[in-house]
Nanobody, 115 residues
Framework: QVHLVESGGGLVQAGGSLRLSCAASGSIFSINTMGWYRQAPGKQRDLVAVMTSGGATNYADSVKGRFTISRDNAKNTVYLQMNTLKPEDTAVYYC?????????WGQGTQVTVSS
């Protein structure tokens, strides 16, 4: 079983920054993908950024240049540094760990950006 614990969400003004963290525990294979998805009210859950254990990354176009994903493989932790936040970034952010075709989700953390 895998357990994900997210932290770092909150309320910030437009133009501000936040850093999200997600720590994974349990039966985790060394080869995996960790990342962040977000879901705004009334919308589907969309990819924000993901990173493989080998360091390859993929970002949503809407966050490129503003968000940076990183991870500490020794700690099974993934981070999302969010800069120049916009009101449209407001959403619940979910951490996801993928091991081949099996996906595990965190409970989500709220990010609210005020204008």
């Amino acid at each position: 079983q895998v357990h994900l614990v997210e932290s770092g969400g909150g309320l910030v003004q437009a133009g501000g920054s936040l850093r999200l963290s997600c720590a994974a525990s349990g039966s985790i294979f060394s080869i995996n993908t960790m990342g962040w998805y977000r879901q705004a009210p009334g919308k589907q859950r969309d990819l924000v950024a993901v990173m493989t254990s080998g360091g390859a990354t993929n970002y949503a176009d809407s966050v490129k240049g503003r968000f940076t994903i990183s991870r500490d493989n020794a700690k099974n932790t993934v981070y999302l540094q969010m800069n120049t936040l916009k009101p449209e970034d407001t959403a619940v952010y979910y951490c996801r760990l993928s091991i081949t075709t099996t996906h595990y989700w965190g409970q989500g953390t709220q990010v609210t950006v005020s204008s």
